[in-house]
T-cell receptor
Framework: AQKVTQAQTEISVVEKEDVTLDCVYETRDTTYYLFWYKQPPSGELVFLIRRNSFDEQNEISGRYSWNFQKSTSSFNFTITASQVVDSAVYFCALSEKSGGSYIPTFGRGTSLIVHP | ETGVTQTPRHLVMGMTNKKSLKCEQHLGHNAMYWYKQSAKKPLELMFVYSLEERVENNSVPSRFSPECPNSSHLFLHLHTLQPEDSALYLC????????????FGQGTRLTVV
């Protein structure tokens, strides 16, 4: 079973639309970390946000916002007023303890295409 | 200079060749990782090194052999690969093991023919 599910394989929007990328995770740990990364066409994954399991406060950073809901095991990502430069693959990841380390598991990614 | 640099960016190799992928980080991080990214599959963690010691090997076939000579450099030695090994190989580093964010290189696009 997947530990991180990004049900949306591809989303296509027109510039200035708002878009939400879903992420649902599965863990039995009480301490864990959630991440979002952006992978532009150049290839490297770029870190966007980290959340620990004890901090359910939603966060806003410019046009980006994240909604962490432990009750539904979701960590959704919203881009407001999308731009063409937002076109990329976005990955959600879960880091749980394995042995002495936190080992990450990535979702399959959601490809976002923003049309001008 | 970018934080994590991978070379080469593209590699085509035959199934009988031996090649190596190189990763270098200039961020002073203690942990380094190899990931494999295939089309339509989740990002797969292959190896994790912390302070030059391997701490994770995710059941990776022995035709992939990592080497971490120091905390700034990570290699992935390849030999007798199969066409299904064709993928984007990403290197990453983090300050410590994985409750901190990782910084990724641009990857090596490997094609096995």
């Amino acid at each position: 079973a997947q530990k991180v599910t990004q049900a949306q394989t591809e989303i296509s929007v027109v510039e200035k639309e708002d878009v939400t990328l879903d992420c649902v995770y599965e863990t039995r740990d009480t301490t864990y970390y959630l991440f979002w990364y952006k992978q532009p066409p150049s290839g490297e994954l770029v870190f966007l946000i980290r959340r620990n399991s004890f901090d359910e406060q939603n966060e806003i950073s410019g046009r980006y916002s994240w909604n962490f809901q432990k009750s539904t095991s979701s960590f959704n990502f919203t881009i407001t007023a999308s731009q063409v430069v937002d076109s990329a693959v976005y990955f959600c990841a879960l880091s749980e303890k394995s042995g002495g380390s936190y080992i990450p598991t990535f979702g399959r990614g959601t490809s976002l295409i923003v049309h001008p | 200079e970018t934080g994590v640099t991978q070379t080469p960016r593209h590699l085509v190799m035959g199934m009988t060749n031996k090649k190596s992928l190189k990763c270098e980080q200039h961020l002073g991080h203690n942990a380094m990782y190899w990931y494999k990214q295939s089309a339509k599959k989740p990002l797969e963690l292959m190896f994790v090194y912390s302070l030059e010691e391997r701490v994770e090997n995710n059941s990776v076939p022995s035709r992939f052999s990592p080497e971490c000579p120091n905390s700034s450099h990570l290699f992935l030695h390849l030999h007798t690969l199969q066409p299904e090994d064709s993928a984007l190989y990403l290197c990453a580093s983090s300050q410590e093991l994985q409750n901190t964010e990782a910084f990724f290189g641009q990857g090596t696009r490997l094609t096995v023919v």
